[in-house]
């Protein structure tokens, strides 16, 4: 009888951040150390949650922010300690984040080339039912000569480095990308808390039968937004029709489109004419992602997710995003 076979040629975040990192000659390092911040911020964020009924860190903090939502504990407890990870890295410019009404400049870091965009929890209202939250971040370079402005993170989501977020569910799970690359994903394990590297190359079918939307919006809808997730709710070509699973946070709904395919959906709405989520810290780093990994994601209008530029750092888009095929549908209505 065997015994039990332990995988010991495990793959860290570390160490695949070190080997990507040797894969480019001229690479200073930098890089690699901001992701050893953002990772930390992850693990940490990923405890608190853990121990948030126990610790009193449930209900709300009695604030808003900026977007108007109504701060959670958690939602201002994890802002700090990602920007708290992000000023120590050394290697973060400037940072914005859903719960700051302005960016935050580290004029500490001078020698800083990184600019970072992040939704500290997402899907907060989530929260106190134990449901899953992420984090999301978008990583973007300063332009040359630089020492950190506003124009460097006001940039389409094309400019991105690197892009991704972390699901706190059942387990925490972090999905990376960088620009061009492929996409991969890593379990945190709580024992060694490490990352590791558990989907490598990650690809969203081409197409699924799933659709993701908040329906009690369809009121607001346009009529060919209203139109399309009519078809779906009508017998396919193999008599069935598609099956609806919204969560509520984008995180866990978009994690679920990236493995199962299908397609989720924010548009923009007769309530919010601009869309709910918002493009630096949400609909790009999403974006990118889903793209790297052979899907699409484009706002109301039909445009490509990743070439808006947004004006103002909380700037919100309609959001269509998953599944090659699920997203051509969606366009085919856009065009009648
Ligand atoms: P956040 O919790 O970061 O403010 O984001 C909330 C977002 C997103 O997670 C989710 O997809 C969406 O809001 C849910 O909105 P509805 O409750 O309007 O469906
Ligand atoms: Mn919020
Ligand atoms: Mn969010
Ligand atoms: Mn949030």
Redesign the pocket.
């Known amino acids: 009888n065997e015994t039990e076979k332990v995988n010991t040629k495990i793959i860290t975040f570390t160490r695949f951040l070190t080997e990507e990192q040797t894969k480019h000659k001229e690479a200073s390092g930098d890089f690699t150390l901001l992701c050893h911040a953002l990772q930390f911020s992850f693990k940490s964020i990923a405890y608190y949650i853990r121990r948030a009924s126990l610790v009193n860190l449930m209900g709300l903090a009695g604030s808003s ?1 900026t ?1 108007g ?1 109504e701060q959670k504990k958690l ?1 201002v407890i994890s802002n700090e300690l990602f920007i708290e990870a992000m000023r120590s890295s050394g290697k973060c410019a400037l940072l914005v984040s ?1 719960e700051e009404e302005n960016i935050i400049f580290f004029k500490e870091n001078s020698q800083a080339r990184y600019a970072v965009a992040c ?8 929260l106190d039912a134990g449901v899953s ?1 992420g984090t ?1 971040f978008g990583i973007h370079k300063l332009a040359e000569g630089s020492t950190g402005k506003a124009e460097d993170i006001l940039k389409p989501g094309s400019e991105l480095v690197a892009a991704g977020f972390t699901m706190y569910g059942a387990s925490s799970q972090m999905v990376f990308s960088q620009r061009g690359g492929t996409v991969n994903g890593f379990t945190l394990d709580t024992g060694i808390g490490e990352f590791i590297l558990t989907h490598p190359n990650m690809r969203i079918p081409r197409s699924r039968a799933i659709y993701s939307v ?1 329906e ?2 369809s009121c607001y809808w346009d009529d060919r937004v209203k139109n399309y997730f009519e078809s779906l709710k009508q017998p396919q070509e193999n008599g069935k029709p598609y099956s609806a699973r ?6 866990a ?1 978009a994690y679920r489109t990236l493995l199962y395919g299908g397609i ?1 959906a ?1 548009p923009a709405d007769k309530k919010s004419p601009k869309g ?2 918002r493009i630096l810290y ?1 609909c790009a780093p999403m974006a990118m992602v889903f793209e790297n990994a052979g899907g699409q994601a484009v706002d109301s209008n039909m445009k490509r997710m990743l070439d808006i530029v947004p004006e103002n750092i909380h700037d919100k888009a309609g959001i269509f995003m998953g599944s090659y095929d699920e997203v051509e549908k969606v366009k085919a209505f856009h065009k009648s």
Do not use: A, H, R
């Open positions: 922010n977007t939502d939602d859903e939704d500290p929890i997402d899907g907060s209202s989530n939250v999301i908040n009690g919006n919204y969560i509520g946070s984008m995180v709904d989720f924010y709910k989520l949400e």
